[in-house]
C-alpha cells in the first residue's frame, strides 16, 4: 500500500477538526464516504498489482553470437598471433574465456538444434543439414529457446544465418537478414532499440568463416606466417587456405565489434549476456564432421554482467548447456527441466567447476548422402568413439572434399594426412580410444591395447547409458550387432 493511501484510507484527521463525522452535513458526509470507497478501491488495485508475477527483469538481455566454422585455436585470445580477432579479445579481457567447451556434433544444423534447444540432435530429430535436400528438420513438438523467451516477455530475433527448421519450432518474432557487417549492425541497432521496456535475445549468426571464405575489408594474410595445426599438412594448399579462412574470421570479427559499439551506444553493454561460440570445428578434413578435437573442441567467450574480466575457466560445457543457462540468467529456467544439458550460470557467476569434467557427444549426418552415425564420451584424460557404421569409408563434406588442401593429397598420392595415414582416416574402426593427455591430437588408438581394457569398458558403459537417457534411436545397434 502507498503511503498516501495509507494515510487517507485510516482517515488520520486531527481530533480538532473531527467533531463527529456524524454532525457534519449529509452532502459533506456523502462526498467523504466516496472518496474513502475510490481510495479503497485504489489501494485494492495496488495490491493486486503487487502480487501478479512480475515479468522479467526489463534489463537481462541476451546476445547469442555464433560463428560459422570457427576453430578454437583461430584466435588471438586463444593464442593464435596471425589471425585479427580484436574484437574477440576485448570481450575475453571484459569476460570469460573457456578452455574445454565442446559442440555436441560438428555439422551445422544439428549443432544449431542443440545450441537453440538443450537437446541433443537425436534426439530433437536435426540429424543432419537442413536446406536444400537434405531437408533434415525438428520434431514439431519441440519447445526452442526463442519460444521459451519469447513466453517470458523477451523480444526475440534472428540475424543472419538460419539453418534450422521447422519455423514454428524456431520461431523468432523477428528475422534480420543477412548484409555486410556495418548494415547488419544498423539492423540489430533498430532492433534492439524497438521497444527498450522489455528485454531482448539477439540470435546473430555469421556465415564467415565458412567457405568460400568471405573476407571482404579483411588484411591480407602471408600464407607463410599462418600456423599450421598439426591435424593438417604443411602443404602451400593447405598455408594459402588457412590465409583465405583467417582473413575471414577477421571479417566475422568485424561483426562482432561493430555489434559491441551498438550495445555501448545504446546502453545495453551493462546489462547484457554475450555468449561467442562457434557451431562446429574449422572447414577442413579432420576438423568439421569429425568428433576429433580439431571438430568440437571450440571458442566460447562469455560476458557476464558484473562478473570479473579477464577470466578463464576450464569447465566442460557443451553447446547442450546453453539454452537451460540463458533460461536461467533470463529468471525463464522451467522447475523441473527436461534439458540433456544444465545451466551453468553459477560457473559464470565464480562457483566452483567441479563436476565439470565429463561430456558426450552424438553425429549421425551431415550431407543427407553422409550417413555416420558416431557417438562420443570424452573425460579430462580419455575420449571414447564408437563408430556405428565403421564398416562404411568415412564420408566428406562436399566442400571439403573440393579444398586444395585435401585434393592436393590426393594428387600427390600422400599416405599420411596430419597425424593420421589417410587410409586411418577413411576407414575407422568400431572403436576409438585416446589418451588426450599424451597423445592430443588423436593418433594412437589405444582401443585393442589390453593395458587399457578396462579404461575402455569403463567408458563404453558409460556411453550406453548416457545413450539410453538421451533416447538414442541407434541404441537398437546394440542388439543386432
Known amino acids: 500500500m502507498l503511503p498516501a493511501l495509507q494515510t487517507l484510507d485510516r482517515c488520520h484527521l486531527p481530533a480538532a477538526c473531527t467533531p463527529g463525522l456524524t454532525a457534519w452535513p449529509a452532502a459533506f458526509r456523502a462526498v467523504v464516504g466516496g472518496l474513502a470507497a475510490i481510495l479503497l478501491a485504489l489501494d485494492w488495485a495496488t495490491s493486486v498489482a503487487a502480487a501478479a508475477p512480475e515479468p522479467p527483469k526489463a534489463h537481462r538481455n541476451v546476445v547469442l553470437f555464433v560463428s560459422d566454422d570457427h576453430g578454437m585455436n583461430d584466435a588471438g585470445c586463444y593464442g593464435n598471433p596471425v589471425v585479427k580477432t580484436p574484437a574477440l579479445d576485448a570481450l575475453a579481457a571484459a569476460g570469460t574465456r573457456f578452455t574445454h567447451a565442446f559442440c555436441t556434433t560438428a555439422s551445422c544444423s544439428p549443432s544449431r538444434s542443440v545450441i537453440l534447444t538443450g537437446l541433443h ?20 513438438n519441440i519447445k526452442s ?17 538460419y539453418h534450422v527448421a521447422p519455423e514454428e519450432v524456431y520461431r523468432f518474432d523477428q528475422t534480420i537478414r543477412n548484409a555486410p557487417p556495418e548494415a547488419m549492425a ?6 534492439i532499440t524497438a521497444d527498450p521496456q522489455r528485454p531482448f535475445f539477439l540470435y546473430y549468426c555469421t556465415t564467415e568463416p565458412h567457405r568460400p571464405f568471405a573476407r571482404e575489408g579483411s588484411d591480407p594474410i602471408d600464407p607463410e606466417k599462418v600456423i599450421v595445426p598439426p591435424y593438417l599438412p604443411d602443404t602451400p594448399q593447405t598455408r594459402s587456405e588457412l590465409a583465405q579462412y583467417y582473413g575471414s574470421i577477421q571479417r566475422m570479427d568485424k561483426r562482432l565489434g561493430l555489434l559491441i559499439e551498438v550495445l555501448k551506444q545504446t546502453g545495453n553493454w551493462d546489462n547484457t549476456l554475450i555468449i561467442f561460440i562457434s557451431d562446429n570445428g574449422a572447414p577442413f578434413p579432420g576438423a568439421k564432421t569429425t568428433l ?16 570479473k574480466g579477464g577470466a578463464v575457466c576450464d569447465a566442460m560445457i557443451t553447446w547442450a548447456d546453453l539454452t537451460p543457462t540463458i533460461l536461467d540468467f533470463a529468471g525463464a529456467l522451467p522447475p523441473k527441466p527436461q534439458f540433456h544439458g544444465r545451466s551453468f550460470l553459477k560457473v559464470l557467476e565464480g562457483g566452483s567447476t567441479e563436476g565439470w569434467d565429463e561430456v558426450y557427444a552424438s553425429h549421425t549426418f551431415h550431407e543427407v548422402t553422409m550417413y555416420y552415425p558416431m557417438r562420443m ?11 556405428l557404421a565403421h564398416q562404411l569409408p568415412y564420408p566428406f563434406a562436399s566442400d571439403l572434399w573440393a579444398s586444395t588442401t585435401w585434393q592436393a593429397v590426393l594428387n600427390r598420392g600422400d599416405k599420411t594426412y596430419g597425424p593420421r595415414t589417410v587410409e586411418a582416416y577413411i576407414h575407422r574402426p568400431r572403436h576409438e580410444l585416446y589418451d588426450l593427455e599424451h597423445d592430443p591430437w588423436e593418433s594412437k588408438n589405444l582401443a585393442g591395447d589390453p593395458k587399457y581394457a578396462e579404461v575402455l ?25
Not at 576429433?292 to 562478473?307: D, Q
Open 121 to 140: 540432435n537425436h534426439a530433437n530429430g536435426m540429424y543432419g543439414l537442413q536446406h536444400s535436400y537434405h531437408h533434415f528438420q525438428s520434431f514439431s
Open 292 to 307: 576429433y578435437e580439431p571438430g568440437i573442441r571450440l571458442p566460447c567467450v562469455i560476458r557476464y554482467p558484473g562478473a
Open 145 to 161: 529457446l526463442p519460444v521459451m523467451l519469447s513466453e517470458a516477455g523477451y523480444r526475440t530475433a534472428v540475424a543472419g544465418k
Open 377 to 387: 564420451v570424452r573425460t579430462r584424460k580419455y575420449k571414447y568413439i564408437l563408430n
Open 457 to 481: 569398458t569403463e567408458l563404453q558403459n558409460k556411453l550406453h547409458q548416457w545413450q539410453k537417457q538421451t533416447g538414442d534411436p541407434w541404441i537398437i545397434k546394440y542388439q543386432h550387432e
Open 186 to 191: 544498423e539492423r540489430c541497432k533498430a532492433f
